[in-house]
């Protein structure tokens, strides 16, 4: 979850992409073999948004259920290297906090529990 100030990034998925089509999501990826989670996040970071993670942390892990049951891991990302540019998604959008109408729940509850984290949530 990539944050700046008040505002979080968000996709809007490919409507050709087999898992949550049309959905507006965090962006995110999956783990190669042999990779560990920060590995995975530098490099789906890299793949999909052509920016590099600099300080970073990590949040929280939930299941979210599709064809098969995913394991999320959310990182919330401060501060990146690299100009912001969308290769995957149909597009991306920062959005308020509050303003946002996330498609999945794995991603609602982590945008709660990174608020609460933050003592945004009163």
């Known amino acids: 979850m990539l944050v700046n100030g008040d505002k979080v990034l968000f996709e809007q998925r490919s409507l050709h992409k087999e898992t949550d089509p049309g959905l507006i999501t965090l962006p995110g990826g999956h783990i190669e ?39 999320i891991h959310y990182y919330v990302v401060l501060d990146w290297s690299g100009k912001l540019f969308s290769r995957e998604a149909d597009e991306v959008m920062w959005c308020s906090f509050s303003e946002s109408q996330i498609g999945i729940e794995a991603d609602r509850v982590a945008l709660r529990e990174m608020k609460r984290m933050q003592g945004l949530l009163i």
């Open 33 to 71: 073999l042999g990779e560990t989670r920060e590995q995975a996040l530098v490099r789906e970071l890299m793949e999909e948004l052509e920016v590099v993670p600099n300080t970073y942390y990590y949040l929280c892990s939930l299941h979210h259920p599709t064809q098969e049951l995913q394991l």
